[in-house]
């Protein structure tokens, strides 16, 4: 009796300690499928000057946070990585949506770098590849960084969103539905990515501030209403777990003649002293001087514009996460809220943008989740993007791989942490104990996990 109580005592204490994966029983996964869904761009407050009833049933069904907080650059690609592997953006590479290279000045646009999986594999392993390579089957629908190789494998099944893809088109929104359902209930997947471009696109063209924009949150909801429903008709509810997030929040963009924008060629001469350059691509920029100029650039930025923030790289705040990274250029431009950085001339049209400082609340965006291992109606406390990776890991039974996150932020969502333990030393011992044994370590389980949960 005692060694089956120490057991269980061990068991349960050294699995909430260590944040260590269950065992997978001989090819039998004990643990729930996982979906995560991302919405580009959705703001933590999207939600909250519009009907979303749908949103709001899963407050009462499920795990809300109150936001989240991307990594230091909000930018679609580095944040995307990051939830995806658990790793800062100095630790994973993808240190912006262009793919570039400052030797030959080649710049490859966002879409377009989906396949290159030279710009995605740096070392970092995405969740789809460690839990393929725990057994686990996996699948990549639009979701950024899906389509590469992580040294030399691909994920189990990844669709690629085409360069002419509709961002916005709700019938097909529900149909990617069906698609990774079928892949969940007909084929067998444990952990699929769902990612859709919509509100991105709407916060740019029209702003965050629009009707267009709640027409679009509007949408979404009906969405997830159809994915509640699909996940029932696919006999999926106590057998899936869901979590819906997104990469960034949206600010509306500051215009002459409101404000004073910020135009670099008014302060430094471009052409003379810049190598290499990415700018005019929302609040964060970074240079490459030419040789012998990093000096003259980074005094004549410091104090041009009372909106401008400029960093050496060696004196990027260590907050930020960025600067260990070889991809990262001498010189980083950040804008305060809504100050895009533009280079030589005003032609931004867009009306909203983001990659803006990680801390500014337009920033922050969403974290929600619901299914059978997940409390109902729990309000969890902001945390960083970063922490989703060991959650994930957790759901599914996955050993994580290195990574900057804790489940220390997030297990409190949990319903099944010390049950899931307990079903295993009960398995484990059943064949030991008498009836009676078998109910008094329940019990003292029981009051343990009270006491721990
Ligand atoms: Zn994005």
């Not at 594999?121 to 839990?131: E, K, R």
Request: hydrophobic residues 40%; proline residues 4%; glycine residues 8%.
């Amino acid at each position: 009796m005692r060694t089956l109580l120490t057991l269980t005592f061990f068991v349960l204490l050294g699995h909430i300690a260590n944040c260590k994966a269950l065992p997978i029983r001989s090819g039998r996964n004990i643990f729930n499928k996982l979906l995560v869904i991302s919405f580009d761009g959705f703001r933590w407050d999207y939600d909250q000057d519009v009907d979303t009833p749908n949103l709001d049933k899963l407050v009462q069904e499920g795990v809300k946070a109150k936001y989240i907080t991307p990594p230091m650059i909000t930018m679609t690609s580095p944040s995307h990585f990051t939830t995806i592997t658990g790793r800062w953006i100095e630790d994973h590479g993808v240190v912006h949506n262009i793919m570039f290279n400052t030797t030959t000045k080649e710049k490859i646009f966002h879409k377009e770098t989906q396949n290159c999986s030279e710009w995605w594999d740096n070392g970092a392993m995405p969740l789809w590849i460690t839990a393929q390579n725990q057994g686990l089957k996996t699948a990549s629908f639009h979701y950024p960084g899906g389509g590469a190789n992580y040294s030399g494998q691909a994920v189990n099944r990844a669709l690629v969103e085409s360069h002419t893809h509709p961002d916005s088109n709700e019938t097909e929104w529900r149909e990617n539905i069906d698609i990774v359902m079928g892949w969940f209930s007909q084929e067998n997947f444990d952990f699929v990515t769902l990612y859709y471009g919509e509100p991105d696109k709407v916060g740019h063209r029209k702003g965050p501030e629009t009707e267009d924009r709640k027409a679009v949150i509007m949408q979404i909801d009906r969405t997830i209403g159809y994915l509640i429903e699909a996940i029932r008709r696919h006999d999926l509810t106590h057998r899936l777990n869901v979590i819906i997030t997104s990469d960034h929040g949206m600010t509306t963009v500051k215009k002459n003649p409101e404000v004073n924008e910020i135009k670099l060629s008014n302060y430094i001469n471009l052409f003379k002293l810049v190598d290499f350059e990415l700018l005019d691509y929302g609040g964060f920029g970074m240079i490459t001087p030419k040789q012998g100029k990093e000096e003259e650039i980074y005094r004549s930025l410091l104090n041009a514009h009372p909106n401008l923030t400029v960093y050496r790289k060696q004196d990027i705040p260590e907050s930020f996460h960025l600067a260990k990274n070889s991809r990262i250029q001498p010189i980083v431009v950040v804008g305060d809220l809504g100050f895009n950085i533009n280079s030589r001339i005003l032609i931004y049209v867009n009306r909203g943008d983001h990659g803006f400082h990680n801390g500014e609340m337009d920033m922050k965006t969403i974290f929600r989740a619901f299914g059978p291992d997940f409390k109902k109606n729990y309000l969890a406390e902001p945390f960083d993007s970063v922490n989703i990776y060991p959650l994930m890991c957790k759901l599914l039974g996955v050993t994580p791989a290195p990574n900057n996150g804790s489940l220390s932020f997030t297990q409190d969502m949990l319903t099944f942490h010390g049950w899931v333990s307990l079903m295993v030393v009960f398995y484990l011992a059943g064949g030991n104990a008498s009836r009676s044994q078998m109910s008094f370590i329940l019990v003292a389980a029981m009051v343990f996990c009270m006491f721990i949960m």
